[in-house]
């Protein structure tokens, strides 16, 4: 018997796949949903997470003492054991927020679900009940990605495994490919699963 509480789920994508997009959808039937991206920039605003980048790269990443997450984009993307060092402060530290979170949802939640772009290159899969990937294929992600103003996707996907390494790794699989009402559709007709992910997994 599972204990109490919801199916966690762990949603995730390659760029432009439209896991935002799936996210809404999912709150719009009824999940609980976070964010990753938004727990990290929580985490970078807490005394804790700032005196340790602080004591790493100096004072002139926390100007006025807020962390300036451009500053800190700079310094990890241009090396590669910087990033390390970062991820692993963070990566914890966003699991236990997670955690956190799914604890203090109402018993009569039915399903939770946090976005993470790079949940399996994070290794972040345990957290999880189940996983869930959006797939929409390079050429059209690629043509999103241009209509957006977000870029090439190659210099972008550079650190991430390919749409379908997600997929192959994923719990369950969503294709969009179609219109946003085709997408919560199939959500829709994924969704009993995903709110037993929890028992199947006991």
């Known amino acids: 018997m599972a204990a109490p509480g919801p199916s966690l789920i762990g949603l995730s994508g390659a760029i432009a796949s439209g896991k935002s ?6 709150e719009r039937l009824g999940a609980r949903t976070l964010s990753a ?3 990290v920039h929580h985490l970078l605003e807490t005394e804790r997470v700032r005196a340790r980048l602080v004591e790493r790269w100096g004072e002139g990443v926390a100007p006025g003492g807020r962390v300036d997450r451009a500053r800190v984009g700079e310094i990890v993307f241009s090396d590669p054991a910087e990033l390390n060092w970062l991820e692993s402060l963070l990566h ?8 956190a979170w799914r604890r203090s949802l109402p018993a009569d939640v039915p399903l939770a679900v946090v976005e993470v772009p790079l949940l399996f290159e994070a290794g972040m899969e345990d957290l999880f009940d189940a996983t869930l990937v959006v797939v929409a294929g390079r050429e059209l992600r690629r043509q999103r990605a241009a209509a957006r103003g977000t870029g090439a996707l190659e210099g972008r996907e550079a650190r991430q495994l390919s749409e379908e390494e997600k997929a192959a790794r994923a719990t369950f699989v969503v294709r969009n490919t179609g219109t ?3 997408l919560e559709h199939e959500l829709r007709e994924l969704w009993p699963r995903l709110v037993e992910a929890r028992e199947e997994g006991e």
């Not at 997009?21 to 999912?26: M, V």
């Not at 914890?92 to 955690?99: H, S």
């Open 21 to 26: 997009e799936a996210l809404a959808a999912l």
């Open 37 to 39: 991206d938004a727990v």
């Open 92 to 99: 914890p530290l966003v699991a236990r927020e997670v955690e």
């Open 180 to 182: 946003l009402a085709d």
